[in-house]
């Protein structure tokens, strides 16, 4: 296992923001394009099969448990008359600590975006009891990041391991949010 180098927690940070950014930038486009029920609607869906895929990837460690998403996405997708979809891609799977940390920065920092994108749902009539539930859930713990954020800093982390897996999740994100843009364009 790879040490960090150095016990600066925005070291790790960093260089998860630098590797993924690229990625993450092209999903920013796609996730937060919604402005009418039809758009949100296809969000929603796109949101539930990343869910399925990511978070059982990132669960299981003994230093973080994801956000678990998936109960509100389906009571959404209720809501609007949606039926649960399957994944459509393969589950990710990720062995090591290093790499669960990896897809859990992907995860965690997700809530940041939906703070923004919850505006953007209330706007056009979802709320936390109607429709938008996972994006209160997800951003009603406001200490949650910087919680997150020191797990960044312990030295016993791959940093190698975290980049590539935080990638592949983006990349997955990307491939999901994509294929539902493209099916409903």
């Not at 891609?89 to 995860?107: H, I, N, P, R, W």
Request: glycine share 8%.
């Amino acid at each position: 296992m790879q040490e960090s180098g150095s016990s600066d927690q925005s070291g790790l940070r960093a260089a998860l923001r630098h590797h993924t950014a690229p990625t993450h930038q092209e999903l920013d486009a796609l996730v937060g394009a919604f402005k009418t029920a039809e758009q949100y609607k296809v969000f929603l869906l796109s949101s539930f099969r990343f869910r399925l895929v990511a978070e059982p990837a990132a669960s299981g460690s003994s230093f973080w448990a994801p956000l678990p998403l998936i109960g509100d996405l389906c009571s959404d997708l209720e809501d609007l008359g949606l039926a649960a979809p399957p994944s459509g891609s393969a589950a990710l799977q990720f062995a090591t600590a290093s790499e669960k940390l990896g897809a859990l920065y992907v995860l965690e920092g997700s809530a940041l975006g939906a703070r923004l994108l919850q505006r953007r749902a209330e706007a056009i009539g979802f709320n936390a009891r109607y429709g938008a539930r996972h994006l209160a859930h997800q951003t009603a713990d406001n200490g949650r990041w910087k919680r997150f954020l020191a797990v960044l800093d312990d030295p016993r982390f791959d940093n190698d391991a975290a980049l590539a897996a935080a990638q592949r999740v983006f990349e997955a994100a990307l491939a999901i949010y994509a294929e539902a843009a493209h099916e409903h364009a």
